[in-house]
T-cell receptor, first 115, second 114 residues
Framework: DAGVIQSPRHEVTEMGQEVTLRCKPI?????LFWYRQTMMRGLELLIY????????DSGMPEDRFSAKMPNASFSTLKIQPSEPRDSAVYFC?????????????FGAGSRLTVL | AQSVTQLDSQVPVFEEAPVELRCNYS??????LFWYVQYPNQGLQLLLK??????LVKGINGFEAEFNKSQTSFHLRKPSVHISDTAEYFC????????????FGQGTILTVHP
C-alpha cells in the first residue's frame, strides 16, 4: 500500500491566490482527517469525513477554508483567498472504520507558504 | 473538551542514556492514548497506542509507555536512545468514538547528542 498521498508537497503562493491541497487516503479507509501544523498552535484538526460525509468542520478557521470529499479515494482542502497567516504544514490522515480505536495514518504533508 | 499537555518542549540527551517524555491528559471519560513520532519533513508515524488491558504498552524502536489512570498520565520511555531517535514526539488522546479523531499535545523535541 502506498499510504496516504498528499500533493503538492510544497506550495509557495502570493496573498490572495487560491490554494488547493489534495489527498488520496488509504484504500478501504472510511475516515479522513485534515490537520494543520504551525509552530504557534501545534497540530489542529480542521475537518474530518466519514464515508465521504463531513462530520465536524468546527476546526476550519474561516470561511476562506473549504474541504470536499467527492469520493472515497480523493479529498481537497481549498483556501480562497489565501493569507500569509495560512502558512503552515497541512496533513491529511485516514483511518479504517472498525470496532475499537481507529489508528490514523498520516500523509507526508503539504507545506504551504503564502507571501 | 479534551486536552493534552506535554510537559517538556525540548529534551536533550546523550546517546545510550535513558529518556522519558512526559504527557498528561484531561478527560472525564475513557480514552485511547497514542504516541506519534515526526522526523524532519515527514508525516507522523505511530509509535504505540493504549486501548485497554495492560497499562504498560510496548511500541516500535524500543519505546514503551505506561498508562496511569489516577495521574492521567501516559509517559513515553526508552532505556537507551540512539542518534536516530532525534525527532519530535507527540502525545495524543481520542475518545472511543467511531471516527478516531485525535487531540494532540504540543510536541516534545528529542535531541540525542553523540
Amino acid at each position: 500500500d502506498a499510504g496516504v498521498i498528499q500533493s503538492p508537497r510544497h506550495e509557495v503562493t502570493e496573498m490572495g491566490q487560491e490554494v488547493t491541497l489534495r489527498c488520496k487516503p488509504i484504500s478501504g479507509h472510511n475516515s479522513l482527517f485534515w490537520y494543520r501544523q504551525t509552530m504557534m498552535r501545534g497540530l489542529e484538526l480542521l475537518i474530518y469525513f466519514n464515508n465521504n460525509v463531513p462530520i465536524d468542520d468546527s476546526g476550519m478557521p474561516e470561511d476562506r477554508f473549504s474541504a470536499k470529499m467527492p469520493n472515497a479515494s480523493f479529498s481537497t482542502l481549498k483556501i480562497q483567498p489565501s493569507e500569509p497567516r495560512d502558512s503552515a504544514v497541512y496533513f491529511c490522515a485516514s483511518s479504517p472504520r472498525t470496532t475499537g480505536a481507529n489508528v490514523l495514518t498520516f500523509g507526508a504533508g503539504s507545506r504551504l507558504t503564502v507571501l | 473538551a479534551q486536552s493534552v499537555t506535554q510537559l517538556d518542549s525540548q529534551v536533550p540527551v546523550f546517546e545510550e542514556a535513558p529518556v522519558e517524555l512526559r504527557c498528561n491528559y484531561s478527560s472525564s471519560v475513557s480514552v485511547y492514548l497514542f504516541w506519534y513520532v515526526q522526523y524532519p519533513n515527514q508525516g507522523l508515524q505511530l509509535l504505540l497506542k493504549y486501548l485497554s488491558g495492560s497499562t504498560l504498552v510496548k511500541g516500535i524502536n524500543g519505546f514503551e509507555a505506561e498508562f496511569n489512570k489516577s495521574q492521567t498520565s501516559f509517559h513515553l520511555r526508552k532505556p537507551s536512545v540512539h542518534i536516530s531517535d532525534t525527532a519530535e514526539y507527540f502525545c495524543a488522546v481520542s475518545d472511543p468514538d467511531p471516527y478516531g479523531k485525535l487531540t494532540f499535545g504540543q510536541g516534545t523535541i528529542l535531541t540525542v547528542h553523540p
